[in-house]
């Protein structure tokens, strides 16, 4: 039964309201993706009481299109399935009470998959199956964490951010830059007109022997070399300069250099770990941050040096989707590992 499932995925955890129908774990039928950006955009950041009515609003229709799209009934369904954490607690409670209602009234199975681990299934949707042990690289807005992926549900922890996740880095650098909301495709996009070798920010090092990141130095880094140094003191401290004292081109060169150091740090630690484990063939790449320009690039190049299986996910799974949600959702279902109706919204992922 398992490799002619028809899964039902839901996500909710931040300012995606999403909805996919997927068969088999691998063959997207149908990947709807309602954003709130606009909703957010004036208050620079995820508002979390406008996400969670916002994705309230949503819900219904996105899922009724996913469906339709897919040209699938409900009654079609093998199972519905949902992120259930990590996220916004308003926003996540929106997904599982909406999955738990359609798998109670259509007497299907429920299950709950983790957002951060589904980010490493994005390479596997539309794709051939992969060789496993694999190294998992999660790059998102919340996270920044390598894993030893035995399975697509058995992950080991090998290294995380001590301090902010990348991409929320890439936000706080597009705010110093004035760059508009949301951030990282901004900031990639405009690193793309600018000389990287243009200010030497620092790319961290937490020791020969660890594995974690650190990027909240490489803000401050930044915000001193666009701004300068603060002057007065206490209350009255501020910048002499900021981003409206430099010019297009200038502007560009703070963006590649941040980009260089900020990549820069991510593939140092993936080299190190695949130095320790030469058993590995597989490299999973997954969240907002794999739709990145330059890691992109850098990890093509290095599984053409190493001769690796490096899965990036196409651009529609990079970014929160249920695609991906469905996807990891269909090895439980094979498995036959269901959640009954206590299922609960948590705010951490329980891996990272
Ligand atoms: O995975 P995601 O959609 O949400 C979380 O689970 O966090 O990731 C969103 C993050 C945001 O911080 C966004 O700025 C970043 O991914 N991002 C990028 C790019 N596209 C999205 N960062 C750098 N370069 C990009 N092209
Ligand atoms: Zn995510």
Redesign the pocket.
Known sequence: MGHESLILGLETS?DETAAAVVRSGRHVLSNVIATQHDLHEEFAGVVPEIASRAHLERISPVIEKALGEAKVTFEALDAISVGHRPGLIGSLLVGVSAAKALAWSLGKPLIGVD?VQS?LYAGLLDSKPVTFPALGLVV???HTSLFLVNDPLDLHSLGKTIDDAI??A??KAATILKLGY????K??ALAQQGNDRAHTLPISMLGKDRLDFSYSGLKTALLYSVCGQPVGRGTDAHFLRDASSYNDQEKADFAASFQRAAIGAIMKNLIKALDRHDEITTVLVG???S???LLREKLTELGVQRGLDVRLPEMDYC??NAAMIAGLASIRFERGEFDDFSLSAAPRSAIA
Not at 182 to 185: E, F, L, V, Y
């Open positions: 931040c957002h980010h998102s807005g919340g991409g929320e890439y936000d949301p951030g990282g495709p900031l990639d969240g907002g941050v739709a990145n320009s970014l929160d």
